[in-house]
């Protein structure tokens, strides 16, 4: 599996990614607004194993891709696509290593992802959620023609050492893509 943008190749991740992923699984500053880590190396390692082998699955229902350079080949974070048990919609979530925050790799990544869910999958939604501190992310889903449907309040337990917080969901319908 391999998207080729202007500047980024999104493809499967590999063992190999081991090390790149583990630069930002287990540093706080990047996964501050997530629901996981600080992760440690072996938590890393069980992620990437479990993703490919979920990326492997047939029918494929989870897409687990490492953002690239296009010029380099360095690995600057990761994007997924999770799709529900219909398989007509599917959830979107990425991170990115802060070397590469403010550029609009994940944006572009994004929209990539995008294209392949509601062209090749023919997926009919694609949602995404986040704590509602994390602008950089919203700023993202909007970016993607996303529109916010709900602000859910002190709902979602992000970390634990900063208690329950509101959480954003977005999401854009196959029509309402097509129309952009």
Known sequence: MNMITERLIIRDMHLSDLENIHRY???F???KYMTWGPNTYEETKRFLVEAIEKNNMKPRKNYDLAITDKKSGTMMGGIGIYLNDDMDQAMMGWIIHKD???QGFVTEAAKALMDFAFNVLDLRRIYATCDAE???SWRVMEKLGMRKEAHFV?????RKE???RDELHYAILKSEYIQR
């Open 25 to 27: 699984a287990s540093d």
């Open 29 to 31: 500053l990047h996964v």
């Open 134 to 136: 994390n602008i950089a």
């Open 162 to 164: 900063m208690g329950y």
């Open 154 to 158: 002190l709902s979602r337990m992000f």
């Open 100 to 102: 590469y925050w403010n």
